[in-house]
């Protein structure tokens, strides 16, 4: 997509109030404040500036993105206010950044970057001062084109990304323009506003964007699953007072509680709860909703969320699929929600089922199928897409032993549903555990497991588990040097945990990295985890293959 091509022309036809404006709308000299330089943020500014708007970009970071997406803003015409809001100059500037969390008093819009929780000082100043807060959902939503095609929105606590690329790869083969978007790194912003029309969007949404999503309706809707996560963000502290008992699943009121418990009632429960209605917010006026009946905790969320008393809800199954329900059966993807038990694709030989994906390819084409794609486009769609860097992604088979890295499995939550892809695992774990406990993990997936190796700054918690729940498995813990900075030298560390992998596999054995934790303990995300991984995997394949 070229995001630098000529905004549509705005169709002038007078002032709108906020909530009503449209990519026709008169936006010319409106002051919009859009808090956050990420890809969701530089998008809001390039649409903003085009339609004439009065943009003021603010971003507390300083590393390379947002200084080159800040002088992407500054060229466009935005003022740009960026740096540590506790340093005592401005990037770009001088003088004290005491107003850094104040708004101007002609503020009439504020776009905020789905990383930012409520109660960070800007949002709350503009809560006081009544300026609306959008987030890039609701902004696209409000910019999109009459003519486009079916909104299609995934969200879940894992597996969104590998299910939207599914999603629009399935579209393309059934001849459909209908690029992946969202958190995938393509701005729906930037795509209604700048890209040719589209025949469907496949867009992927997290809790965070769902928080701030304004008026958005999608088309369909589907939830891979649901855990408990991002308790930092969703502390249950903006729950709508309106809930009661009586509006909520049993799971959060519990049978002996009355109808009229209200939300003040569960401070424990306030951030589970809060995540849990931000997840199904993307059922809101959907003409299909997806659920994924192997985990009941998404089923009640489409009546949570809002779907019409008469949207059809599909259930996705990898057992076999009742009426109304996408499954497999002797070994093939069955349709028995859009057909009579059709079968869409066979399961064996087909890379892009492997592991938990198989769950992910079926909500994907539950949701492929509310647009009338054929069979013959799943499959193709299937046999075409490629998965996002570290998600079950297969390194290689090297003396009968498989080493995949799914270094995206940063929650106990998405490393169970990883192992649960496999039968033999070695299992490679941790990092920063973010708060959690695996009391609940190491007992549902410690008869898949050989071996474990361990690594991390909370690689005692998962050990004192795995004492606890699987004292007979062999558990490695590796540490290795620091740099003159005082950092771990991971890719070091890295080469040991494979080294001890190696020693610990056999033949028919899969080597998974899956850490249940965050990265940020040695590595500078995900993503450099999982490539040192691979390195070192390569490196050590490439030795042995010498001698």
């Given at each position: 997509m070229d995001s630098h091509l000529t905004a549509p022309t705005p169709r002038r036809v007078g002032r709108s109030p906020v909530a009503d404006l449209?990519?026709?709308s008169?936006?010319?000299?409106?002051?919009v404040t859009v808090v956050g330089l990420g890809v969701a943020g530089i998008g809001a500014v390039r649409a903003l500036c085009a339609l004439g708007a009065a943009v003021t970009v603010r971003d507390s970071g300083v590393g390379r993105q947002v200084g080159d997406n800040a002088a992407v803003a500054e060229h466009l015409g935005a003022r740009v206010i960026v740096g540590d809001p506790t340093s005592s100059t401005r990037a770009g500037g001088s003088g004290p950044t005491d107003a850094w969390a104040d708004l101007d008093g002609s503020c009439a819009l504020l776009?905020?970057?789905?990383?930012l929780p409520a109660r960070t000082p800007i949002l709350q100043r503009a809560q006081v001062m009544g300026v609306p807060i959008w987030g890039e959902l609701a902004l696209a939503w409000q910019l999109r084109r009459p003519g486009d095609g079916p909104w299609l929105l995934i969200t879940g606590t894992n597996g969104k990304t590998t299910t939207t690329l599914m999603l629009s790869a399935m579209l393309t083969a059934a001849g459909m323009r209908a690029p992946a978007l969202g958190n995938i790194g393509t701005?729906?912003?930037a795509a209604v506003m700048f890209d040719d029309p589209l025949d469907a969007l496949a867009l992927e949404v997290s809790a965070q964007q769902l928080s701030r999503a304004g008026d958005l309706r999608g088309d369909a809707a589907a939830v891979t699953n649901i855990a408990d996560d991002h308790f930092d963000y969703f502390t249950g502290a903006d729950l709508p007072a309106e809930f009661t008992g009586a509006d909520l699943p049993a799971e959060f009121t519990g049978a002996?509680?009355?109808?009229?418990?209200?939300?003040?009632?569960?401070?424990?429960?306030g951030p589970a709860l809060a995540y849990r209605l931000a997840k199904a917010r993307v059922f809101r006026g959907a003409r299909h909703a997806v659920v994924n009946v192997d985990d009941p905790a998404t089923i009640d969320l489409p009546r949570l969320g809002g779907c019409p008393a008469d949207c059809p809800i599909i259930g996705v199954t990898q057992a076999e699929p009742a009426h109304g329900q996408l499954g497999v059966s002797d070994g093939w993807l069955i349709d028995r929600a859009f057909a009579d038990a059709e079968p869409l694709t066979p399961v064996a030989g087909q890379a892009a089922l492997?592991?938990?994906?198989?769950a992910n390819a079926l909500a994907a084409a539950a949701l492929a199928r509310t647009v009338g794609v054929a069979a013959h486009a799943i499959a193709g769609g299937l046999g075409a897409v490629r998965p996002a860097p570290h998600r079950s992604a297969l390194i290689a088979n090297a003396a009968g032993v498989a080493w995949v890295d799914d270094s995206k499995?940063?929650?106990a939550h998405a490393a169970r549903a990883s192992i649960a892809g496999w039968d033999r695992v070695v299992w490679i774990a941790g990092g920063d555990a973010k708060g959690q406990h695996f009391d609940g993990l190491i007992p549902a997936v410690r008869s898949r497991l050989r071996a474990v190796v361990l690594l991390g700054a909370d690689r005692a918690l998962l050990a004192a588990a795995l004492t606890r729940w699987a004292p007979e498995l062999p558990v490695v813990e590796v540490t290795g040097p620091t740099l003159p900075s005082g950092r771990p030298d991971a890719a070091s560390i890295m080469e040991r945990v494979v080294a001890a992998a190696a020693d610990l596999a056999q033949p028919g054995d899969t080597v998974l990295l899956a850490p249940a934790c965050a990265s940020w303990d040695m590595f500078a995300d995900?993503?450099?985890r999982g490539e040192l991984f691979t390195a070192a995997v390569r490196a050590r394949i490439r030795r042995e293959h010498r001698q």
């Amino acid at each position: 997509m070229d995001s630098h091509l000529t905004a549509p022309t705005p169709r002038r036809v007078g002032r709108s109030p906020v909530a009503d404006l449209t990519r026709d709308s008169d936006w010319t000299g409106l002051p919009v404040t859009v808090v956050g330089l990420g890809v969701a943020g530089i998008g809001a500014v390039r649409a903003l500036c085009a339609l004439g708007a009065a943009v003021t970009v603010r971003d507390s970071g300083v590393g390379r993105q947002v200084g080159d997406n800040a002088a992407v803003a500054e060229h466009l015409g935005a003022r740009v206010i960026v740096g540590d809001p506790t340093s005592s100059t401005r990037a770009g500037g001088s003088g004290p950044t005491d107003a850094w969390a104040d708004l101007d008093g002609s503020c009439a819009l504020l776009i905020a970057s789905p990383g930012l929780p409520a109660r960070t000082p800007i949002l709350q100043r503009a809560q006081v001062m009544g300026v609306p807060i959008w987030g890039e959902l609701a902004l696209a939503w409000q910019l999109r084109r009459p003519g486009d095609g079916p909104w299609l929105l995934i969200t879940g606590t894992n597996g969104k990304t590998t299910t939207t690329l599914m999603l629009s790869a399935m579209l393309t083969a059934a001849g459909m323009r209908a690029p992946a978007l969202g958190n995938i790194g393509t701005s729906v912003v930037a795509a209604v506003m700048f890209d040719d029309p589209l025949d469907a969007l496949a867009l992927e949404v997290s809790a965070q964007q769902l928080s701030r999503a304004g008026d958005l309706r999608g088309d369909a809707a589907a939830v891979t699953n649901i855990a408990d996560d991002h308790f930092d963000y969703f502390t249950g502290a903006d729950l709508p007072a309106e809930f009661t008992g009586a509006d909520l699943p049993a799971e959060f009121t519990g049978a002996d509680l009355p109808a009229e418990f209200t939300v003040a009632d569960l401070p424990a429960g306030g951030p589970a709860l809060a995540y849990r209605l931000a997840k199904a917010r993307v059922f809101r006026g959907a003409r299909h909703a997806v659920v994924n009946v192997d985990d009941p905790a998404t089923i009640d969320l489409p009546r949570l969320g809002g779907c019409p008393a008469d949207c059809p809800i599909i259930g996705v199954t990898q057992a076999e699929p009742a009426h109304g329900q996408l499954g497999v059966s002797d070994g093939w993807l069955i349709d028995r929600a859009f057909a009579d038990a059709e079968p869409l694709t066979p399961v064996a030989g087909q890379a892009a089922l492997a592991g938990p994906n198989l769950a992910n390819a079926l909500a994907a084409a539950a949701l492929a199928r509310t647009v009338g794609v054929a069979a013959h486009a799943i499959a193709g769609g299937l046999g075409a897409v490629r998965p996002a860097p570290h998600r079950s992604a297969l390194i290689a088979n090297a003396a009968g032993v498989a080493w995949v890295d799914d270094s995206k499995a940063t929650n106990a939550h998405a490393a169970r549903a990883s192992i649960a892809g496999w039968d033999r695992v070695v299992w490679i774990a941790g990092g920063d555990a973010k708060g959690q406990h695996f009391d609940g993990l190491i007992p549902a997936v410690r008869s898949r497991l050989r071996a474990v190796v361990l690594l991390g700054a909370d690689r005692a918690l998962l050990a004192a588990a795995l004492t606890r729940w699987a004292p007979e498995l062999p558990v490695v813990e590796v540490t290795g040097p620091t740099l003159p900075s005082g950092r771990p030298d991971a890719a070091s560390i890295m080469e040991r945990v494979v080294a001890a992998a190696a020693d610990l596999a056999q033949p028919g054995d899969t080597v998974l990295l899956a850490p249940a934790c965050a990265s940020w303990d040695m590595f500078a995300d995900y993503g450099e985890r999982g490539e040192l991984f691979t390195a070192a995997v390569r490196a050590r394949i490439r030795r042995e293959h010498r001698q």
